[in-house]
């Protein structure tokens, strides 16, 4: 079964920083690509960035380079993405997402607010 659990989301200052991680269980976390998602107040649900099996980073939007890492650890089986210079508009909910055989699987999420 299927498995991610998201944690490490909650508040942070304009400017400041959160590290986001997935535990990822029951299948080969190694082998997958892994991604996180974004849903923001108002909008779809957005690609942020995905990482290959090699630990080589796609970011796809434009306000994540320089701002955003993806990153993994194939030994711990656990996704992060270290996020630095937060703005309000980074506010929302980030999910984990894997597609494995052919089924999409999403975390819960966890929310991240900036604010002052």
């Known amino acids: 079964q299927v498995q991610l659990v998201e944690s490490g989301g909650g508040w942070a200052q304009p400017g400041g920083s959160l590290n986001i991680s997935c535990a990822a269980s029951?299948?080969?976390?190694?082998?997958?690509?892994m991604s996180w998602f974004r849903q923001v107040p108002g909008n779809n649900r957005e690609l942020v960035a995905a990482i290959t099996k090699f630990g080589e980073a796609v970011h796809y939007r434009d306000f994540v380079p320089g701002r955003f890492t993806i990153s993994r650890d194939n030994v711990k089986s656990t996704l992060y993405l270290q996020m630095n210079n937060l703005t309000r508009a980074d506010t929302g909910v980030y999910y984990c997402?894997?597609?494995?055989?052919?089924?999409?699987?999403w975390g819960q999420g966890t929310q991240v607010t900036v604010s002052s």
């Open positions: 029951g299948f080969p976390f190694s082998i997958a690509v």
């Open positions: 997402y894997v597609k494995w055989n052919g089924n999409p699987y």
